[in-house]
């Protein structure tokens, strides 16, 4: 099992920045891949980045360019730095933490970190 806490969201005007955090506990963190998602009210949630337990990573074509997520194993954290907001882009933002064990699926979400890009 995993408990994931995020952190990092806030208020940041348009062009600028901000970088996520999201701290896990309970399992073997290495072992899972990770990802970044957001939803805003009444809209479906979407995968913003993802990363493998070995480093490959995703990203949605709207953050492509602007947004790098990457993972730390030793501190059990991944991060999603985030450049070039735009207004669009505010949203809560949840921590993901998935693998497969024994042929079951094991998924676990953070509770969210609202981030809001606005003048």
């Known amino acids: 099992q995993v408990q994931l806490v995020e952190s990092g969201g806030g208020l940041v005007q348009p062009g600028g920045s901000l970088r996520l955090s999201c701290a896990a506990s309970g399992s073997i963190f290495r072992l899972y891949a990770m990802g970044w998602y957001r939803q805003a009210p009444g809209k479906q949630r979407e995968l913003v980045a993802a990363?493998?337990?070995?480093?490959?990573?995703n990203y949605a074509d709207s953050v492509k360019g602007r947004f790098t997520i990457s993972r730390d194993n030793a501190k059990n954290t991944v991060y999603l730095q985030m450049n070039s907001l735009k207004p669009e882009d505010t949203d809560v933002y949840y921590c993901?933490?998935?693998?497969?064990?024994?042929?079951?699926?094991?998924?676990?979400w953070g509770q969210g970190t609202q981030v809001t890009v606005s003048s």
């Open positions: 990363i493998t337990k070995g480093g490959s990573t």
């Open positions: 993901n933490a998935f693998r497969t064990f024994l042929g079951v699926e094991y998924d676990y």
